[in-house]
């Protein structure tokens, strides 16, 4: 069975603090993502990865920084957290080729900065 | 570039009830389409998708027909249960531009009251 996972369920940071999400896939992947997900506002893509060390900006990357070191795992990194920045963060992967395209999405991590 | 617009909620519904939620895009492409559906407190997980014009996918009662001529994906239930209850994703995936990117709807909240 496939497995996305997130380090946590629920943290509560403050303004300024630097802060770190994990997400790990077993799956093999290529490609990860992190999305932010607010009320009314939907899915909103943060940052995504393709590769190891490879990043690309998503649509929301300011605040933000990604890291991904090994295949397996992507973080990330709020290097200041502000209150605005308090949301549910999502963490999704897919595999690359061709209809292969259905995303895997973690638990997703409620972060309050307060 | 690629759009997904779905039916504004929420959707409140008694059980049994007949549920449609209306889902229409705009793709560059050969888009895949989706459902997601996100239960309360957990991340999304693929409910059921189409590939290609005239497919249909289905799950648990859900249906959804990939209509190339009116660019829609609109998803059907006969009869709907409490456990139901969810947020709805729309998403299309097209690979000949962005692999592994998907794009989202703004999301669907279904309350099912016994």
């Known amino acids: 069975d496939v497995k996305v996972t997130q380090s946590s369920r629920y943290l509560v940071k403050r303004t300024g603090e630097k802060v770190f999400l994990e997400c790990v896939q077993d799956m093999d992947h290529e490609n990860m993502f992190w999305y932010r997900q607010d009320p009314g506002l939907g899915l909103r893509l943060i940052y995504f990865s393709y590769d190891v060390k490879m990043k690309e900006k998503g649509d929301i990357p300011e605040g933000y920084s990604v890291s991904r070191e090994k295949k397996e795992r992507f973080s990330l990194i709020l290097e200041s957290a502000s209150t605005n920045q308090t949301s549910m963060y999502l963490c999704?992967?897919?595999?690359?080729?061709?209809?292969?395209?259905?995303?895997?999405f973690g638990p997703g991590t409620r972060l309050t900065v307060l | 570039g690629n759009s997904v617009t779905q039916m504004e909620g929420p959707v409140t519904l008694s059980e049994e009830a007949f549920l449609t939620i209306n889902c229409t895009y705009t793709a560059t492409g050969y888009p895949s389409l989706f459902w997601y559906v996100q239960y309360p407190g957990e991340g999304l997980q693929l409910l059921l998708k189409?590939?290609?014009?005239?497919d249909k996918g289905s799950n648990k009662g859900f249906e959804a027909t990939y209509r190339k001529e009116t660019t829609s994906f609109h998803l059907e239930k006969g009869s709907v249960q409490v456990s139901d209850s969810a947020v709805y994703f729309c998403a299309l995936s097209d690979q000949s531009t962005n692999a592994g990117k998907s794009t989202f709807g703004d999301g669907t909240t279904l309350t099912v009251k016994p």
């Open positions: 189409a590939t290609k014009a005239d």
């Open positions: 999704a992967s897919v595999g690359a080729g061709q209809g292969i395209d259905t995303q895997y």
